[in-house]
């Protein structure tokens, strides 16, 4: 009789390469309870010169989600140089610069 294992099962994750977030990714059961902010928060203390990311534009989730959190559009695409060929926006986070 064969046992079944406990499985492993990923709720969030992240992938960074260099100060690109080239994935940032958490189950629909688990939004809305902070894992995207503490992953996006963990990723500014990693990068804390700053950060860009490319998002569809058709997700606006993740749009509101990045802008939220101090992320600038700063460019948008038709799509044609990406794999899914759809429109999308780069982001872009920099850290506040000190008081004047």
């Known amino acids: 009789m ?8 990923a709720i969030a994750m992240m992938v960074l390469d260099r100060d690109w977030v080239e994935q940032l990714y958490v189950d629909p ?3 809305g309870r902070g894992i995207g902010t503490r992953l996006i928060d963990l990723a500014k ?3 804390p010169s700053g950060l860009q990311l490319w998002a569809f534009q058709s997700n606006v ?3 509101r989600f990045y802008e939220r959190h101090g992320f600038l559009a700063v460019e948008r695409t038709d799509g044609t140089a990406n794999e899914e060929r759809a429109p999308d926006v780069r982001y872009v986070w920099r ?6």
Do not use: Y
């Open 61 to 63: 989730r993740a749009h």
């Open 95 to 100: 850290p506040a610069g000190p008081p004047s």
């Open 29 to 31: 059961d688990w939004t």
């Open 45 to 47: 203390r990693l990068r």
């Open 2 to 9: 064969a046992e079944a294992s406990p499985a492993v099962v």
